[in-house]
């Protein structure tokens, strides 16, 4: 089955560490995007890629940091320079980055960083 | 700003019927999406709603209100599995989502 699967699960991090979150999609969809989840918040956008080899800031960029050099993956590192970073990250994907018709978004089941 | 407004929890019985809604106030409207989102798990896509009226999927249904900025989805014959967040997004005039903090449903027996 097609899917989008995001690693580790959870995840601990000290302060002053680098942590990357895996994402994988075999939905062969050319955009994919990072989203944060927190506590009584809506989901914030941090970095969307339209195309391999291409991808733009969100809201929330800043301490993050992404790369798409395969359409199947969009791996996202959460920097030292995130002051906040515990969160539940969620990786999706749609099947273009153009934004006609509903552009549905298929989500993974998250990786949940805790910071020590 | 933008501003996507929804009640932060309710609670319902099973087998009645639940109405959760979602006013918006963004920068234009290009679409509003309703996606379901288990606890710890991920956001699954439920409706999606870009002109005014009622769209109905099974047990689930969704109204727009454009003039209104005002959108509800409507669960009948709730079940136990139905417990979980809704989230509420609000496509903006630069096609991007803009999301509310989701209503968690609770359902009793």
Not at chain 1, 64 to 85: C, D, G, H, I, W
Not at chain 2, 65 to 88: F, I
């Amino acid at each position: 089955d097609g899917g989008i699967t995001q690693s580790p699960k959870y995840l601990f991090r000290k302060e002053g560490q680098n942590v990357t979150l895996s994402c994988e999609q075999n939905l062969n969809h050319d955009a994919m995007y990072w989203y944060r989840q927190d506590p009584g918040q809506g989901l914030r956008l941090i970095y969307y890629s339209q195309i391999v080899n291409d991808f733009q800031k969100g809201d929330i960029a800043e301490g993050y940091s992404v790369s798409r050099e395969k359409k199947e993956s969009f791996p996202l590192t959460v920097t030292s320079a995130q002051k906040n970073p515990t969160a539940f990250y969620l990786c999706a994907s749609s099947i273009g980055g153009d934004i006609s018709g509903a552009n549905v978004l298929t989500f993974g089941a998250g990786s949940r960083l805790t910071v020590l | 700003g933008q501003n996507i407004d929804q009640p932060t929890e309710m609670t319902a019985t099973e087998g009645a019927i639940v109405q959760i809604n979602c006013t918006y106030q963004t920068s234009g409207f290009n679409g509003l999406f309703w996606y379901q989102q288990h606890a710890g798990e991920a956001p699954t896509f439920l409706s999606y709603n870009v002109l005014d009226g009622l769209e109905e999927k099974g047990r689930f249904s969704s109204f727009l209100s454009r003039s209104k900025g005002y959108s509800y989805l409507l669960l009948k014959e709730l079940q136990m599995k139905d417990s979980a967040s809704y989230l509420c997004a609000v496509r903006d005039s630069n096609y991007q989502l803009i999301w509310g903090a989701g209503t968690k449903l609770i359902i009793k027996p």
